[in-house]
Each structure stands twice: as C-alpha cells, then as structure tokens.
C-alpha cells in the first residue's frame, strides 16, 4: 500500500485542500527583478566590455532583494504582492574589475513603494553583467568595494532600467 505524502490542511467554515508536496522544483531561491536587456545599452558599459574581451556577459540580468536558499524565510511575504508586477529598478554607476562588471542599484521602485535590500552586511544591491570564466556571479559585488575605486564609475544622474518581480525557483 502507497503512503499519501500529501497532508490535508482544513481550512474553517469552507473546504479541504491538500498542501503541496514540497520539492526542490517550487522551492524559492531568491526574490528579485529580472531586467530585459538593457544593461548593455548603457554607453560606458558598452565601452568596458568592448575593451575587456575576457569578460562574457550573462545571458540574463537581476538584482537580487532576498536570497532565501532552502529554508523557510518570513522576508518572503514583503514580495508577495508585487510578484510578476513590472519595477523600475534605479542605476548610479558600475563597477569593474578583470574579473567582473556589475552595475550599482541605488534603489527598486514597485507600484510606488521603495522596496528592501535583505543581503548581508558588506553586500550591496547589483547586477552582475559580465564575468570572466570561472568567476561565480556572487562574487561581482566585490567590484563595487572600495579597495577598487578607480573603477568605479558613477553616473551624473540615475539611469532607470524596468523589469519585473520575480520569485526564482531551484
């Protein structure tokens, strides 16, 4: 006989409804905005990766707001009700190194709410552009460090992309 791996859950004066099975398949890795192409029409941007051929540019850009990895994590609820909406997301520069290129997010904008950072202490809101092989897209941010200031690139105003909300699965 098959154990049912499904446990009901009983909502008051209404139905029964089965909890989903978790697996790893709808389980959050990170909350962020996933950007369309637009990074690479930034002129500057355009001009370092031009001169720095070790550089490949990802195939898809985000600024991550919550890393959530494997466990449960309360932060996810601030997210809910913008998932799938489209954010302006505000640029002020970028940051390069032979090993990475990563634009600096001032700050995400969705439905007129500025919207949290969750990343750790010393983590600063980025998206990674364009890495060198082996180099993993974490370790982007490190261009926007001060021990690398004279690569930092900061922008006469704000330069604003859009995407759109996303919760990304494993």
Known sequence: MTENTNTPILIPQTETV????????????????SLRRDPLDIPQVKQILSEN????INKGFHVTLLYVGKKINDNEAVFLPYDT??????????????????????????????????????KKMHVTVALK??????????????????????????????????????
């Open 53 to 56: 051929p070790n550089l490949i």
């Open 85 to 122: 909406k489209e954010c302006q997301v505000e640029i002020s520069g970028f940051g390069y190194s032979d090993d990475a290129l990563a634009l600096k997010v001032n700050q995400v904008i969705c439905d007129d709410v500025v919207l949290p950072f969750f990343g750790e202490e010393g």
């Open 18 to 33: 089965t909890a989903p099975k978790v697996s790893r398949r709808n389980m959050t890795s990170y909350w962020g905005v």
């Open 133 to 170: 092989t082996g180099i993993k897209p974490v370790d982007s941010v490190k261009t926007l460090h001060d021990t690398n200031k004279d690569r930092i690139v900061d922008f006469p105003e704000n330069i604003v992309l859009k995407g759109w909300m996303k919760r990304f699965l494993y």
